[in-house]
C-alpha cells in the first residue's frame, strides 16, 4: 500500500534528505534536520505523489485523510497542543515544497486551525488576546484567498476602512476588540460571496488547504516558471503540514533568513537579515525593512537598528552553530528560515543557497582547503555557462532594465555606447575615443572593422551562427542578433525598438548574455578572474580527458585563446582572414576574376599574406596543433553588394562598373550556404588549394626555425561528402607539400583530413578516413543540412517552434543528439573501423556548448573547439563531463 504521509519531529523522521523526489526539497530537508536533532516544529509531508492523483481525480486518495490524522496525533503529542482543542489549540502551516525549488510559486496557508472557539484558547492577557484575533483575522484573509478564491484586495480594503474608522495608521494599532470587528466583516463578506460561511471545522480547513496548495501547482505563474525553468508538470508538489511557530509574539520574537556564508562575495560569514515581532510573510512582504543578522554586517550596510547578534545574542548563537553544523552535514552553502518564538529557534526550512558566479568559485575552492568537499567535487559545482560571468563585463544585477527589444544572445557580456549604424562611423568615433554600438540589419565582411572599433553589435536579422554572431564571439565581442521586435530606418538614421525611436548618436546597452536591447547607459560589473578561478579551472584541467582547443583566425584570437588555457587551433577559417585592411579587396577580386590567370595575379598577392598570417599563429601556438581549413566562403559573405563597393572592386580590377555587376550577377546563387563553397571550390579552382597549402607549409618551415617547436600543421578540406572530393583536393596538396620540402631541404609532418558536415560525409565516414587522416565535426553545417534548415533563416521560426513546444531548444546552439547526434555517432564509429587512432573534434559552435560537450566525451571525440572566450567553459565542461562519465561507469 503507498504510503502518503511522512512524519517528522525532534530527533527522528520518517524521511531524510534522500526522498526529495517524494517529499519534495521542504520536506526531506526539514526530514533531515529533525533527525540530526535540530529545533524543527514537529510536522509532516504528503508526498507529491497524492499532488498528482489530486490533479487526476479531483479528489484526494483514499487513505490519505486517516495517514494526516495519524500524523496530526503525533504533533500533538510532541507540542501538547490539539488540533480543535478550543482550551489549547495546535495551529498548522501547510505549504508547497516541490521536488526543484519555485520560490513564491505556490501557495501557503498559515495558522490553521483556528475558528470562533480556538481562538479564544490562544491567551488570555490583553496582548494574547491581541495576537489571537490578529492571527485569526489573517487566517481568514489567507484562506479566503488561497483556498476560497476571493481577491486579496477585498480583504485589504475592509482592513483599510477599519483602520480609518478606528483611527489607525498602522496594523499593529489594531485593539483586540477592533481585530473581532475586522473578523466580523471579513465572515460577512465571505458568506456573501459565497453563499457560505466561513468553515469552521479544522479538518474541513485542513481538507481545503491541502486541496488548495495541489491546485496552485497548475496555476498560470507555476505553469510559466515551470517552463523557463524546464521543471516536468508531471512531478506535482508535496505539501508540508506543521505546528505553526510564531515570530511575532512581541519583542522577544523574530523571524528571519539566512546563507550560512556571503551569496555574492561567498565570504564565510552569516549572512541575512530579520524582523523582530513578525511572521515570515512580513519578511516576503518587504513592507518594513529587515536588520542586519551580524554586527559586522550592520556596520557595513550602515544600519542603525540593532543586529540579531546583539538584540538576542543566544538565539544569534545558537542560529550560528546550527548554520555550522548544516554546512558540515550538506557540504554546501545553506540558505535557511527560522523563527524566534519568545527566545526560542525554530528552524523551518534549509536548502542549498542560490549564489553569484564569483561566490560559488569561492565556496568551492574554500570548502576544499576546509576539507568539506574533494577537488573534483568543486568542479562538478560550477555551472560552466556562469563562468561568462567572469569573463565579460555583465549588467549589475541591481539596476533595473528598460528593455527596447531583444534578440537571441549571440555573443556573451554587456557593453554600452552611442548608437551609429555604419563601419565608417564606428572606426571615426573609435578614432575620437568615442564608445559605440554597432547597429545593422546584419553585418557582412566588410563590416570586420566597423565591429572591430565597436563595443558591441546590435542586428535585427540573423541567428546564431550569423556571421555577425560568429565573428563577434570570435572577437569576444558582446553581440545580439536578430533582434526582429526592432527596425533599422537607414535612410532617417533610426532605430525603432519597443516604444522608442533612437537616433545616431543615442546610447543604449546590449546585453549578449541575455539577448535584450536596454535604453541608455547602464552599471556593469568588471570581469575579475581570481585566484579562485585559476586554481579551480587547474583541478578541472586535471579531471578531463578531451583536450579544448580554439575556432581562432587571427594572431590576436589565438592570444586571447592560449590565455584562457586554449590547447591548440581546433579551426583557422581561412576566409576570415582575408577580412582585414586592403586584403578584403584582393580577395573579392580572386573570387570574382573572369579566368585563371586573373585568379592567379590575385592569389600570388593574397600568398605572401596567409605565409605571414600562418607564421604568426604557429608561432603563437609553439608547437601545439595548428588546424587550417581550406577557403570555404559561402559567396554571398564575400561579393559586393553596394553600388559603391561595386565601383572600387571594379576600379581595382580594371573594369566597368557594369561589367563587374554582370560578373557578380553570374555568381549569384540562390542558396550560398548550399552552392559553391567549401571543397568544391577547391576542386574548381585548384589554384586556390595550392596557394594555401604553399602558405601553410613555408609558414610550417619559418615557424618550426623560429621557435625551434616545429607545429604538425594539421590541413583541413571543408564540405566533403564524397571521398573522390577529398582525394583531389588531397592530392594538390600533397603535391605542394612534397615541392615545399625539397625547396627547403626540411621534412614536415602534416595531416590531411576533412570536416564532417554533411549526412553522406557522416554515412559514408568508413570510405572518406581512408584518405582523411581526422575528423572534425562541422555541427554548423551538419545541423543545417540534417534538418534542410538554414543556418542564416533559422531565427525567423525557431523561437516560435521553442515556444511552440515543437522543440526544445535551438539546435543551432545546443546539438540535437537524437538526428545530429547520431551522425556523429556513425561517422566517429565508422571513422575508426577504417582508421582506429584517427583523431576526432568538433568545431561547429556547439563545441563551446556544455550539453553538447557532454555528448562529445560520451561519443569519444578527442577534442572540442570553440571561440577563444568559451574556452574556459569548454575546459570546465569537458572536466565535469569525465567525472559524471567515471561516476556512472564506477572508474576512479
Ligand atoms: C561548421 O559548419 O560547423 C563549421 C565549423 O564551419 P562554418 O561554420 O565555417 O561553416
Ligand atoms: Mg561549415
Same mark, same amino acid.
Given at each position: 500500500?503507498?504510503?502518503? *504521509? ?27 534536520? !529533525? ?37 496530526? /496525533? ?49 491567551? +488570555? ?27 486579496? /484586495? ?13 483611527? +489607525? ?59 523557463? +525553468? ?113 527566545? !526560542? ?39 560552466? !555557462? ?49 564608445? *559605440? ?180 599563429? &604557429? ?16 559567396? @554571398? ?32 546563387? &540562390? ?18 588549394? #595550392? ?47 612534397? !615541392? ?10 602534416? =595531416? ?87 583523431? =576526432?573534434?568538433?568545431?561547429? #559552435? ?7 560537450? @557532454? ?5 569519444? =571525440? ?11 567553459? /569548454? ?12 561516476? #556512472?561507469?564506477?572508474?576512479?
Amino acid at each position: 500500500m503507498e504510503k502518503w *504521509v511522512y512524519t517528522f519531529g525532534s530527533g527522528k523522521a520518517e524521511g531524510s534528505a534522500r526522498d526529495v523526489t517524494r517529499l519534495g526539497g521542504k520536506g526531506a530537508n526539514l526530514a533531515e534536520m !529533525a533527525a540530526i536533532g535540530l529545533p524543527v516544529p514537529p510536522g509532516l509531508t504528503v508526498v507529491s505523489d497524492a499532488c498528482v492523483y489530486f490533479l487526476k481525480n479531483n479528489a484526494l486518495p483514499e487513505g490519505l485523510r486517516d495517514e494526516i490524522l495519524a500524523g496530526i /496525533a503525533t504533533i500533538e503529542a510532541e507540542t501538547g497542543k490539539r488540533f480543535g482543542d478550543a482550551a489549547n489549540p495546535l495551529l498548522l502551516s501547510v505549504r508547497s515544497g516541490a521536488r526543484s525549488s519555485m520560490p513564491g510559486m505556490m501557495d501557503t496557508v498559515l495558522n490553521l486551525g483556528l475558528n470562533d472557539q480556538t481562538v479564544q484558547g490562544l491567551g +488570555h492577557s490583553a496582548e494574547d488576546a491581541r495576537f489571537a484575533f490578529d492571527s485569526y483575522r489573517r487566517f481568514i484573509q489567507m484562506y479566503g484567498d488561497v483556498v476560497l478564491g476571493l481577491d486579496h /484586495a477585498i480583504f485589504e480594503d475592509i482592513l483599510d476602512d477599519a483602520k480609518a474608522r478606528f483611527g +489607525h495608521e498602522n496594523d499593529t494599532d489594531l485593539s483586540a476588540s477592533e481585530w473581532q470587528e475586522v473578523i466580523r466583516l471579513y465572515k460577512a463578506l465571505i458568506e456573501e460571496e459565497l453563499g457560505e460561511p466561513f468553515p469552521q471545522d479544522p479538518m474541513v480547513q485542513l481538507a481545503g488547504a491541502v486541496g488548495a496548495v495541489f491546485s496552485s501547482w497548475m496555476s498560470a505563474r507555476a505553469v510559466t516558471y515551470r517552463q523557463l +525553468h524546464n521543471i516536468p508538470g508531471h512531478w506535482g508538489t508535496a505539501v508540508n503540514i506543521q505546528a505553526m511557530v510564531f515570530g511575532n509574539l512581541g519583542s522577544g520574537s523574530a523571524t528571519g533568513v539566512a546563507f550560512t556564508r556571503n551569496p555574492s562575495t561567498g565570504e564565510k560569514t552569516l549572512y541575512g537579515e530579520f524582523l523582530v515581532n513578525a511572521q515570515g510573510e512580513d519578511v516576503v512582504a518587504g513592507i518594513r525593512t529587515p536588520q542586519a543578522l551580524t554586527e559586522k554586517a550592520r556596520i557595513e550596510q550602515g544600519h542603525d537598528r540593532p543586529s540579531l547578534e546583539k538584540l538576542m545574542p543566544e538565539a544569534f548563537a545558537e542560529l550560528t552553530a546550527i548554520c555550522d553544523r548544516l554546512e558540515a552535514h550538506y557540504c554546501d552553502m545553506q540558505d535557511v528560515e527560522f523563527t524566534i518564538e519568545r527566545g !526560542a529557534l525554530w528552524m523551518l526550512q534549509t536548502r542549498a543557497g542560490k549564489r553569484s558566479t564569483r561566490a560559488a568559485l569561492k565556496i568551492a575552492v574554500d570548502m576544499v582547503d576546509e576539507g568539506l568537499i574533494a577537488e573534483e567535487e568543486a568542479v562538478s559545482r560550477i555551472e560552466p !555557462a556562469s563562468l561568462d560571468q567572469l569573463l565579460h563585463p555583465t549588467i549589475d544585477p541591481r539596476v533595473a532594465r528598460q528593455v527596447i527589444g531583444s534578440g537571441l544572445p549571440a555573443s556573451p557580456g554587456a557593453a554600452t555606447g552611442e548608437i551609429v549604424f555604419t563601419s565608417e562611423e564606428a572606426m571615426a568615433a573609435e578614432q575620437e575615443g568615442r564608445k *559605440v554600438i554597432l547597429v545593422r540589419m546584419e553585418t557582412s565582411p566588410e563590416d570586420i572593422h566597423g565591429m572591430n572599433a565597436a563595443e558591441g553589435i546590435l542586428t535585427t536579422r540573423g541567428g546564431m551562427t550569423s556571421h555577425a554572431a560568429v565573428v563577434a564571439r570570435g572577437m569576444g565581442i558582446p553581440c545580439v542578433t536578430g533582434a526582429g521586435n526592432m527596425r533599422v530606418d537607414q535612410r532617417n538614421g533610426l532605430l525603432l525598438g519597443l516604444g522608442v525611436k533612437l537616433k545616431k548618436g543615442d546610447l543604449i546597452t546590449i546585453d549578449g548574455s541575455s539577448g535584450q536591447a536596454l535604453k541608455g547607459a547602464v552599471p556593469m560589473v568588471q570581469p575579475e578572474l581570481s585566484g579562485d578561478f585559476a586554481r579551480l579551472m587547474d583541478w578541472a584541467d586535471k579531471a578531463r580527458r578531451m583536450t579544448v582547443r580554439t575556432n581562432a583566425d587571427t594572431p590576436a584570437d589565438a592570444r586571447a585563446a592560449r590565455a584562457f588555457g586554449a590547447e591548440g587551433i581546433g579551426l583557422c577559417r581561412t576566409e576570415h582572414m582575408f577580412f582585414e585592411g586592403e586584403r578584403i579587396h584582393v580577395m573579392r577580386e580572386m573570387i570574382l576574376a573572369e579566368d585563371e590567370a586573373g585568379r592567379r595575379a590575385a592569389l600570388d598577392r593574397l600568398l605572401p599574406m596567409q605565409r605571414s598570417d600562418f607564421t604568426e599563429l &604557429f608561432t603563437i601556438m609553439h608547437g601545439q596543433p595548428v588546424t587550417i581549413r581550406l577557403l570555404d566562403p559561402p559567396l @554571398h559573405e564575400f561579393l559586393p553588394k553596394t553600388e559603391e563597393e561595386i565601383a572600387d572592386v571594379a576600379a581595382a580590377m580594371g573594369l566597368l562598373p557594369r561589367q563587374l555587376s554582370q560578373r557578380v550577377e553570374a555568381l549569384h546563387e &540562390f542558396n550560398p550556404m548550399l552552392g559553391h563553397r567549401g571543397c568544391r571550390l577547391a576542386i574548381s579552382y585548384p589554384e586556390i588549394a #595550392e596557394m594555401q597549402a604553399r602558405a601553410i607549409f613555408e609558414a610550417a618551415v619559418a615557424a618550426a626555425r623560429e621557435t625551434g617547436a616545429p607545429v604538425e600543421p594539421e590541413i583541413m578540406v571543408p564540405l566533403v561528402g564524397l571521398r573522390s572530393e577529398l582525394d583531389y583536393v588531397k592530392a594538390c596538396i600533397e603535391k605542394v607539400a612534397s !615541392a615545399v620540402m625539397r625547396e627547403a631541404g626540411l621534412t614536415i609532418t602534416y =595531416l590531411v583530413g576533412t570536416m564532417i558536415e554533411l549526412p553522406r560525409a557522416a554515412l559514408r565516414a568508413h570510405v572518406i578516413a581512408e584518405a582523411a587522416e581526422f575528423f572534425s565535426f562541422g555541427t554548423n553545417d551538419l545541423t543545417q543540412t540534417t534538418f534542410g534548415i538554414s543556418r542564416d533563416d533559422a531565427a525567423a521560426f525557431i523561437p516560435t517552434y521553442q515556444r511552440k513546444g515543437i522543440i526544445e531548444r535551438d539546435p543551432f546552439i545546443s546539438l540535437d543528439f537524437d538526428g545530429v547526434g547520431e551522425l556523429i555517432r556513425i561517422a566517429a564509429e565508422r571513422g575508426r573501423q577504417t582508421r582506429p587512432e584517427m583523431k =576526432l573534434g568538433i568545431c561547429g #559552435e556547439h563545441g563551446g556548448d556544455p550539453a553538447s560537450i @557532454h555528448f562529445c566525451e560520451d561519443v569519444g =571525440l578527442d577534442y572540442v573547439s570553440c571561440s577563444p572566450f568559451r574556452v574556459p567553459i /569548454a575546459r570546465l565542461s569537458a572536466a565535469q563531463a569525465s567525472i559524471l562519465q567515471r561516476r #556512472e561507469t564506477g572508474k576512479s
